[in-house]
């Protein structure tokens, strides 16, 4: 797969800089265009990784290196301009997490929705040949895990059926355009550089730095799958690399983990470096679900992927990130 001229949505995020700092030193003088409203992540951000130039509505030229394009995937009109030209999408940028889409359901919507309708049309009428679309396990819901990409959905929360609406158009654009579109759907991901996401790991760690109270929702018996984020990256270029379409894989570790059993994790890992983490218990949240991870054996078989980073590495890495940060 051609890798050379791609466009990136959410790109300034968490996900998106990781992504693009291993593109930019794996590949040679790689063309990218980041497309982010800035609601999460920031210029800041990805000034981090590299250096990047800024496009207008009157500039779709496109240009070697980072281009960034502060604008909203929700606008027909700028996901159809920016995509000229490009021979992949990988559309990151999302509203995420369940706790938004229960607090505001339909601002969901239109973005993981309308959004991704935007980003499939603007790739089907400029001709894109690969769209790569960030998905979750949220789309299968409360079902008995692990999760694998045979199970009848069942969403919980607002998030999860968004997520589950994307992936179904991104199976009908290919049976039915021939886009080569891939759904990948992300284990809890967290590592260096999510400083801005809520999700727990990242939480905690921010918390405890801060001197705040770590709150864990429910009893902490709920489990997760949790992924370092160059394990996801890696999966996300061997997406990019395959020349199929109409694929869905879970991106996970396989491993289920209760979120108890992760914070006592991070507290010893604090513990030892000085800081106290002090946990306690609130109310379960709505949407969520109570045990979650996943079956990665179509993943191995068809991308050759697999998880490499242990739990407690990523959990010393995240921490050590985020020390350099303060």
């Given at each position: 797969?051609?890798?050379?001229?791609?466009?990136?949505?959410?790109?300034?995020?968490?996900?998106?800089?990781?992504?693009?700092h291993r593109l930019l030193h794996s590949h040679s003088n790689p063309t990218i265009r980041v497309l982010d409203n800035l609601v999460t992540g920031?210029?800041?951000?990805?000034?981090?990784?590299?250096?990047?130039?800024?496009?207008t509505s009157v500039d779709c030229h496109l240009k070697r290196g980072v281009t960034?394009?502060?604008d909203d995937i929700r606008d027909q009109d700028t996901t159809m301009y920016y995509a000229q030209g490009v021979d992949c999408v990988v559309h990151l940028a999302a509203?995420?997490?369940v706790g938004p889409s229960v607090e505001n359901p339909r601002l969901d919507m239109e973005c993981n929705v309308l959004g991704t309708l935007n980003m499939l049309e603007a790739a089907r009428l400029n001709g894109v040949k690969k769209f790569?679309?960030?998905?979750s396990g949220a789309p299968a819901g409360e079902v008995e895990p692990p999760i694998h990409e045979e199970l009848p959905p069942h969403p919980v929360s607002p998030y999860g059926a968004s997520k589950l609406a994307g992936e179904g158009y991104c199976s009908a654009y290919f049976r039915t355009f021939g886009i080569e579109t891939v759904c990948l759907r992300f284990g809890n991901v967290y590592g260096p550089r999510s400083k801005h996401k809520s999700s727990v790991?990242?939480?905690?760690?921010?918390?405890?730095?801060?001197?705040?109270?770590?709150?864990?929702?429910?009893?902490?018996?709920?489990?997760?799958?949790?992924?370092?984020?160059?394990?996801?990256?890696?999966?996300?270029?061997?997406?990019?690399?395959?020349?199929?379409?109409?694929?869905?894989?879970?991106?996970?570790?396989?491993?289920?983990?209760?979120?108890?059993?992760?914070?006592?994790?991070?507290?010893?890992?604090?513990g030892r470096?000085?800081?106290?983490?002090?946990?306690?218990?609130?109310?379960?949240?709505?949407g969520d679900v109570k045990r979650n991870f996943a079956d990665t054996s179509k993943a191995k078989r068809m991308l050759g992927w697999e998880p490499e980073v242990e739990l407690e590495d990523g959990i010393e890495r995240?921490?050590?990130?985020?020390?350099?940060?303060?």
């Open positions: 797969m051609n890798l050379l001229n791609l466009l990136i949505t959410g790109g300034c995020g968490f996900i998106g800089t990781s992504l693009i920031t210029p800041c951000d990805l000034s981090e990784i590299t250096r990047f130039g800024t496009a960034l394009i502060q509203n995420t997490g790569i679309f960030a998905s790991v990242a939480k905690f760690i921010r918390q405890a730095l801060n001197g705040e109270v770590c709150e864990i929702f429910g009893d902490g018996t709920q489990t997760r799958d949790f992924l370092y984020i160059d394990d996801l990256v890696r999966a996300l270029v061997l997406a990019m690399d395959k020349d199929f379409g109409g694929e869905t894989f879970q991106i996970a570790t396989g491993l289920e983990r209760t979120v108890g059993e992760v914070a006592e994790m991070i507290a010893q890992a604090l470096r000085g800081i106290k983490m002090t946990i306690k218990h609130t109310q379960p949240r709505l995240t921490i050590e990130y985020f020390l350099s940060q303060k």
